[in-house]
């Protein structure tokens, strides 16, 4: 066979080989900056796990293909400037910063891959910071060099025009010279016949052997699909049980807000996924779920459950801190704080299991963010709250009364044999500078029993974590809180009567509604 020496043809297209590898090492370049991006937002943060989808894209094929043809045409082109006795420092050096490269893409690999599984201490996020930043400057400055000589700029530090002149074409680069490869056409073929014949006659002698291990291969294929797909891998929906190694888990219902029960918002950059669930552990020992076992994913992102909103979030019940499970169900809610641009995007729960098994569930959180809906009721009507957030729960106001004073009457006994009709006058505080009267107001608050949320147990402890009261006197509306208003009897107290302190002007108003403010929902309980 005769052969021809490549050097006049890598001489000829010496321009469009450095153009080709500029490319290569832009692409490459591009990556390795989209890593350290990624790198440099994760650390204003540094409290979510990574998926592994994120892992993959950042590290694709498509850049480690790049960097074996950049070490490819290095090479080549090394061994060009070799034979023409040309210098090839540049090459050199050029081939020492892509195995530096790869040992640096490794090691982020590395790191970003147990972002997966754990959080990184921060010093060694900083190392592998500092390791991305020193691997684009040195790409950066050996892509100058190539692109220089790729566009064919003559400028003094380089001088690419004479480097290319000394390379002239000679009549040795491109001389033809003999190789012989003898191959026996024939004898090759009558091996392959030999050889096919022989498989034949095995597969016809032990054919029933091979058709049960090709059906036990397929079917071991399909179980493995299957298994992957709606086992291994399955994704659950809300309101669906699931089991892990140590408990039980059921998601049972999810909220998209940006406030707190007062309705004040918390943070104007960022809305909240409340996720509330019934967990339940197997074994008799003490055991806890670790917050970064059941994650909120979205946008490649994974979010911890933030357990310092537990007053912001009080009404929707008790937030997981890592409390010690019981064998019986109970309820509990994780709160995850996402950027406001986010909420729009696929929502999943994630559980990492211990044996890294992951379980998928798919949330559609309800939006509490939206226009209020109100319903109107009126005295005497109860109210059942199955629309709102405390589901079954219920209330009801009998009667209410305004008064400076009531007077309720009691018995005082002095012994156990001589008791007396006695009185005892409620009357408002005198801790404020404004003329105020008292509300009663006599009804009743029963609680869901599937709810678990703390202090409410009475009327008042209702009213005072909800509700409100507007009035009108003329063409002017006013509102009243009534947290932290009541004055409570020592001797006549009722859980089913409050007297709330209100402003005197009540007494001259037209109508008096009381407002009880559940999230997105409004009650509008009609008095007058």
């Known amino acids: 066979m005769i052969l021809r020496k490549p050097f006049a043809i890598l ?6 080989i450095h153009f080709i590898l500029m490319l290569l090492m832009m692409y490459v370049l591009y990556s390795t900056n989209a890593i350290l991006s990624f790198i440099n937002e994760y650390m204003k943060t540094t409290t979510y796990l990574i998926d592994h989808e994120v892992v993959l894209k950042l590290f694709n094929n498509s850049i480690y293909i790049s960097i074996f043809f950049i070490f490819l045409m290095s090479v080549v082109i090394l061994f060009l400037m070799a034979f023409k006795k040309k210098k090839i420092k540049f090459y050199l050096f050029n081939l020492a910063i892509y195995i530096y490269m790869i040992v640096v893409f490794v090691i982020v690999h590395n790191v970003l891959s147990s972002l997966e599984i754990n959080l990184v201490d921060l010093k060694t996020l900083k190392m592998v910071q500092d390791l991305t930043v020193s691997s684009v400057i040195s790409q950066g400055a050996v892509l100058l060099y190539v692109a220089i000589r790729a566009t064919g700029f003559d400028i003094k530090t380089f001088n690419f025009v004479k480097d290319l002149e000394e390379l002239d074409i000679e009549e040795q680069d491109n001389e033809e010279f003999e190789v012989n490869i003898d191959v026996d056409t024939d004898k090759a073929r009558r091996k392959f016949r030999k050889i096919t ?86 074994s008799n020992k003490d055991k806890f779920m670790k917050n970064v076992s059941l994650v909120l994913e979205m946008n490649d992102h994974i979010f911890y459950n933030e357990s310092k909103y537990k007053i912001e979030f009080s009404d929707f019940g008790n937030i997981y801190n890592e409390d010690l499970l019981s064998t019986n169900f109970n309820t509990y809610i994780m709160v995850y704080k996402i950027p406001d641009s986010y909420i729009d995007d696929k929502m999943q729960i994630k559980y990492y299991d211990i044996n890294r098994k992951v379980i998928t569930v798919d949330i559609n959180p309800e939006d509490l963010t939206k226009q209020k809906e109100i319903i109107t009721s009126n005295l005497k009507e109860e109210v059942n709250l199955s629309e709102s957030i405390l589901d079954n729960s219920i209330f009801k106001i009998e009667s209410y009364e305004l008064s400076d004073v009531f007077k309720n009457s009691y018995k005082f006994c002095a012994t156990s ?12 505080g005198l801790n404020s500078n404004e003329d105020k009267i008292l509300i009663k107001l006599v009804g009743n608050f029963i609680l869901d029993e599937n709810l678990v949320i703390n202090k409410i147990t009475t009327l008042y402890g209702f009213i005072k974590r909800f509700g409100s009261l507007t009035y009108k006197i003329g063409d002017v509306t006013n509102k009243v809180s009534l947290n932290a208003s009541e004055i409570k009897p ?35 309980y009609i008095l007058k």
């Open 417 to 428: 044999d001589t008791c007396y009709d006695s009185y005892e006058y409620i009357r408002p």
């Open 197 to 282: 014949r022989y498989i034949k006659y095995i597969y016809v002698e032990n054919k029933y052997i091979f058709s049960i291990g090709i059906l036990l291969l397929i079917a071991s294929i399909c179980a493995g699909i299957y298994l992957n797909i709606n086992v291994y891998n399955k994704t659950f929906k809300e309101n669906t049980a699931f089991t892990t190694s140590e408990f039980i888990i059921n998601i049972k219902d999810t909220y998209l807000t940006s406030t707190d029960y007062y309705s004040n918002e918390i943070d104007d950059k960022y809305h909240f996924v409340v996720v509330k669930y019934n967990i339940k552990k197997f």
């Open 490 to 524: 020592i001797n006549t107290y009722d859980t089913m009567t409050s007297y709330i302190e209100v402003p005197k002007e009540l007494n001259e108003a037209e109508s008096i509604i009381l407002n009880v403010n559940i999230r997105n929902k409004m009650y509008n």
């Open 11 to 16: 001489i000829k297209h010496f321009k469009l």
